[in-house]
């Protein structure tokens, strides 16, 4: 099992920035890749953005694209999503997955299905 704590969630103004980390615990022994999913209150869970073990690869949903950067530290066990320039519309939940890593499509990495560990989520408000 692989434990997932996400931190760094708040309260910001539009154009404001915030820096969300997920911490990983338990059997690591496997790479995993990781993905940042946020949930708006009666909305679905979407997308935001994942990277592969390796770090070398990683992928954003349009509306975040250019504002938003995923990172990783192996050795640390942790991914971070820095979020800049952020609008009301992110405001959201903010959940951290991770999956073992294997030959998955460029596609896969953005289906919430993909993923087998969850994270409990952090709240991320942006004011107008």
């Known amino acids: 099992q692989v434990q997932l704590v996400e931190s760094g969630g708040g309260l910001v103004q539009a154009g404001g920035s915030l820096s969300l980390s997920c911490a990983a615990s338990?059997?690591?022994?496997?790479?995993?890749?990781m993905g940042w999913f946020r949930q708006a209150r009666g909305k679905e869970r979407e997308f935001v953005a994942a990277?592969?073990?390796?770090?070398?690869?990683?992928y954003y949903a349009d509306s975040v694209k250019g504002r938003f950067t995923i990172s990783r530290d192996n050795a640390k066990n942790t991914v971070s999503l820095q979020m800049n320039s952020l609008k009301p519309e992110d405001t959201a939940s903010y959940y951290c997955?991770?999956?073992?890593?294997?030959?998955?499509?460029?596609?896969?990495?953005?289906?919430?299905?993909?993923?087998?560990?969850w994270g409990q989520g952090t709240q991320v408000t942006v004011s107008s």
């Open positions: 997955a991770a999956v073992i890593e294997g030959y998955y499509r460029d596609s896969d990495y953005s289906r919430p299905g993909l993923y087998d560990y």
């Open positions: 338990g059997r690591l022994s496997s790479t995993l890749a």
């Open positions: 990277i592969t073990w390796s770090g070398r690869t990683t």
